[in-house]
């Protein structure tokens, strides 16, 4: 799934769009942005202009506690 997301610097929020279906969410707290960042190898200061790439953390993906934990549990490269 590919997003395109942004931050904005007026209202101190980190918006992210999935394309396919134009959806969006607006991430406000500091934690969370960490988070999304870390996980996408960027920084803040570099989504001052829309940024596309892929979700690598499902943020648009309709799945329940059970199942992620689910694939976490079976997961092979986890670590034991």
Excluded at 26 to 43: C, N, P, V, Y
Excluded at 49 to 69: A, H
Aim: hydrophobic share 35%.
């Amino acid at each position: 799934m590919e997003i395109k997301f942004w931050y904005d610097q007026y209202e101190q929020k980190l918006v992210v769009c999935h394309l396919k279906t134009g959806n969006y969410k607006e991430i406000t707290k500091q934690a969370k942005m960490d988070t999304f960042l870390r996980a996408h190898a960027i920084t803040l200061e570099e989504c001052q202009y829309p940024v596309e790439t892929m979700d690598c953390i499902g943020l648009f993906q309709k799945k329940s506690t059970f199942q992620m934990i689910k694939e976490w549990m079976t997961h092979k490269n986890r670590s034991e």
